[in-house]
């Protein structure tokens, strides 16, 4: 069993930051592969990005590649997306979660079998 914790998520203004992280329990994180959703109101769940589980490959949805970058750190159990450039259209609950057979359908969010409780971003114009 995996726990996971969103946080970071807030309120900014269009071309800001935002960097949310992903605590997780459990002593196998660094054998899951980890991917970021989201979802805005009224819309489907939808990948943003997500990471291998040695680091060594990222993977990006088309509408945040070059402004969102994700990253782990398997020392303190946690996954990060760093998320620049923002737009108004970037707001939505966002979601990590933990994959651990390592799907290579890593948009799907049916390869992922733990998800964390999701946190707000809201990107104002």
């Known amino acids: 069993q995996v726990q996971l914790v969103e946080s970071g998520g807030g309120l900014v203004q269009a071309g800001g930051s935002l960097r949310l992280s992903c605590a997780a329990s459990?002593?196998?994180?660094?054998?899951?592969?980890m991917g970021w959703f989201r979802q805005a109101p009224g819309k489907e769940r939808e990948f943003v990005a997500a990471?291998?589980?040695?680091?060594?490959?990222?993977h990006y949805a088309d509408s945040v590649k070059g402004r969102f970058t994700i990253s782990r750190d398997d020392a303190t159990n946690t996954a990060y997306l760093q998320m620049n450039s923002m737009k108004p259209e970037d707001t939505a609950v966002y979601y990590c979660?933990?994959?651990?057979?390592?799907?290579?359908?890593?948009?799907?969010?049916?390869?992922?079998?733990?998800w964390g409780q999701g946190t707000q971003v809201t990107v104002s114009s």
């Open positions: 979660a933990a994959d651990p057979w390592g799907s290579s359908r890593y948009e799907n969010s049916g390869s992922y079998d733990y």
């Open positions: 459990g002593r196998t994180f660094s054998r899951y592969a």
């Open positions: 990471i291998s589980w040695s680091g060594a490959s990222t």
